[in-house]
């Protein structure tokens, strides 16, 4: 049911480095993270770049919308200036070069297929592509764990985005992000094939916990950043939760 990590860095290094950096991938390498979330949208180019936030100015200098930029210019803006000095110069990477650090450090991930707004499909279809050519090898061997193959996982606030990445590459698992669980939460994960529900951990309760995993489903929450609910919510039966406090709830948490 939940077959991967089960403490996960939020956007690579938590508080601890600029979010979706690879200088957040390599502090969350250091602080012996074994598996990551990151976020992922469309330049204007179409090549996916590692974004949260669907336009400029709060962690990357500049003004305008992601789609406004092409995938080279993104990447030579400055990504790290808003969290200190020491990260100056940090720039934005492509979805490409942060998949490519995570192989070649064994790192599980999380990827969230977070749409600009207006290119939902187009985003999780070409997320998808990207991640079939990068994971060809392990694709091409049929094995029936994903896990163990160690193929990523998809989640995603939009069911647009879901249900293009599930027709684009049904073999690359997927998890539905939602704020609250709404009551229908069981027709949306059949309708995508989703093998999880990720949640905030805000708005769930004990009763929807044990529901979720009667289901058969793994059970992913976001964003504990204290010890004590990371363990209340283990105790519920929750699979894994992200943190951004990588350095209290790390990979020997449990």
Known sequence: ?????????????????????????????????????????LAKDGVPVVMHDPTLGRTVSGTGSV?????????????????????AGERVPTYEQAAAFCIDNQIWMNVEIKPVPGFEEATGRVVAHYTKRLFADLLARGDADPARAGLPLFSSFSYEALRAARRAAPAIPRGYLLDRVPPDWQERIAELGAVAIDTSYRHLTKAQARAIKAAGL?????????????????SWGVDAICTDRIDLIGPRFL
Request: hydrophobic share 40%.
């Open 1 to 41: 049911m939940w077959p991967y990590p089960k403490i996960i860095a939020h956007r690579g290094g938590g508080v601890l480095a600029p979010e979706n950096t690879l200088a957040a991938f390599r502090c969350g390498a250091t602080h012996g993270a074994r598996a990551v979330e990151f976020d992922v949208m």
């Open 67 to 87: 789609s406004d930029y092409t995938s080279h210019e993104l990447t030579l803006m400055d990504a790290g200036s808003w969290f200190g000095r020491d990260f």
């Open 218 to 234: 793994g059970l992913f929450c976001y964003t504990v950043n204290d010890p004590e609910c990371a363990r209340k919510l283990f």
